[in-house]
Nanobody, 128 residues
Framework: QVQLVESGGGLVQAGGSLRLSCAAS????????VTWFRQPPGKEREFVSAISGSGKSTYYANSVKGRFTISRDNAKNTVYLQMNSLKFEDTAVYYC?????????????????????WGQGTQVTVSS
């Protein structure tokens, strides 16, 4: 089972960019689908983006499509979320989660129990 650690959050002005990283322990990371979520202050957790174990399949929430890009480097056991053209409403704690699904599956569920591992979260604050 993997363990996940997010990093890369911070304070940025609207229109700016950040790149989040989700670093995983374990030797079979390429078999894990990874999903990014966020939880804005006072709101429920919401799906952001997902990537398959191989990295060939990706999926985005409509709210971030065209602005965010998910990618992974399995040699480094890391999944990235490049966030461009950030908006005030992107302010949230961002979490990554992983589930053992092989190389091709995506996991789009927001249910915590669907995933083998969750990171601790990283805060992203966008000032208007």
């Amino acid at each position: 089972q993997v363990q996940l650690v997010e990093s890369g959050g911070g304070l940025v002005q609207a229109g700016g960019s950040l790149r989040l990283s989700c670093a995983a322990s374990g030797r079979t990371f390429s078999n894990y689908a990874v999903t990014w979520f966020r939880q804005p202050p006072g709101k429920e957790r919401e799906f952001v983006s997902a990537i398959s174990g191989s990295g060939k399949s990706t999926y985005y929430a409509n709210s971030v499509k065209g602005r965010f890009t998910i990618s992974r480097d399995n040699a480094k056991n890391t999944v990235y979320l490049q966030m461009n053209s950030l908006k005030f409403e992107d302010t949230a704690v961002y979490y990554c989660a992983a589930d053992y699904r092989g190389h091709t599956a995506l996991v789009l569920s927001t249910r915590r129990e669907e995933y083998d591992a969750w990171g601790q979260g990283t805060q992203v604050t966008v000032s208007s």
